[in-house]
């Protein structure tokens, strides 16, 4: 079974400038999440789907961030406009409402720097 | 509020030592805990978790956990440390809602060293 797929794995960007990262969840995971793991820190989550609504979105800095996820499958993670502080890994997970303690699979995360 | 605190930021074995990673939890009720691993470039990787069945815990890779309520402790170890085990680890509790859905609260993590 493939896991989570997540692209680029790496990104380097000028700040003002934006970003997009592309996640591909398990096949039959209805819940998406993306998290934002700071350098030396754990992962703190930005935004939860289920299915396609976004029921968890109160982390995410709206100004400058946004997300979607159009038919309950993939999802797409912007950043308009970047800005130094954003440089960061951007992890996203899926899991499966009603598996054993709805566990969390991650992808291997983007990479972003901004210069 | 549900938190974790993960004691130390750097460990460092020699490969055969024991291993221990050391977690202290802070939750209103009776938490659900976890321990993640992460390897460099690589996905985070659940290593076990507790979920007030039995409270010595084993996962993969020879780890095991045990969760002590009066100490609000969950720390990690392993009898002999290899090669591979250098990672970074992190401890997790989870918030839970209606409907099923658990918030992770992930630690800062620990890096662990192993050397030859």
């Known amino acids: 079974e493939a896991g989570v797929v997540q692209s680029p794995r790496y990104k380097i960007i000028e700040k003002k400038q934006p970003v997009a990262f592309w996640c591909n969840p398990i096949s039959g995971h209805n819940t998406l999440y993306w998290y934002l793991q700071n350098l030396g820190q754990g992962p703190e989550l930005l935004i939860r789907?289920?299915?396609?609504?976004?029921?968890?979105d109160s982390q995410l800095p709206k100004d400058r961030f946004s997300a979607e996820r159009l038919k309950g499958v993939d999802s797409t993670l912007k950043i308009q406009p970047a800005e130094l502080g954003d440089s960061a890994v951007y992890l996203c997970a899926s899991s499966r409402q009603g598996s054993e303690n709805n566990e969390q699979f991650f992808g291997p995360g983007t990479r972003l720097t901004v210069l | 509020a549900q938190s974790v605190t993960q004691l130390d930021s750097h460990v460092s074995v020699s490969e055969g030592t024991p291993v221990l990673l050391r977690c202290n939890y802070s939750s209103s009720y009776s938490p659900s805990l976890f321990w993640y691993v992460q390897h460099p470039n690589k996905g985070l990787q659940l290593l076990l978790k507790?979920?007030?069945?039995?409270?010595l815990v084993k996962g993969i890779n020879g780890f095991e956990a045990e969760f002590k309520k009066s100490e609000t402790s969950f720390h990690l170890t392993k009898p002999s440390a290899h090669m591979s085990d250098a990672a970074e680890y992190f401890c997790?509790?989870?918030?839970?809602?209606?409907?099923?859905?658990?918030?992770?609260?992930f630690g800062a993590g620990t890096r662990l060293a192993v050397h030859p």
């Open positions: 789907y289920e299915n396609e609504e976004a029921v968890d």
């Open positions: 997790v509790v989870s918030l839970m809602f209606s409907g099923g859905y658990n918030k992770l609260i």
């Open positions: 507790y979920t007030s069945a039995a409270t």
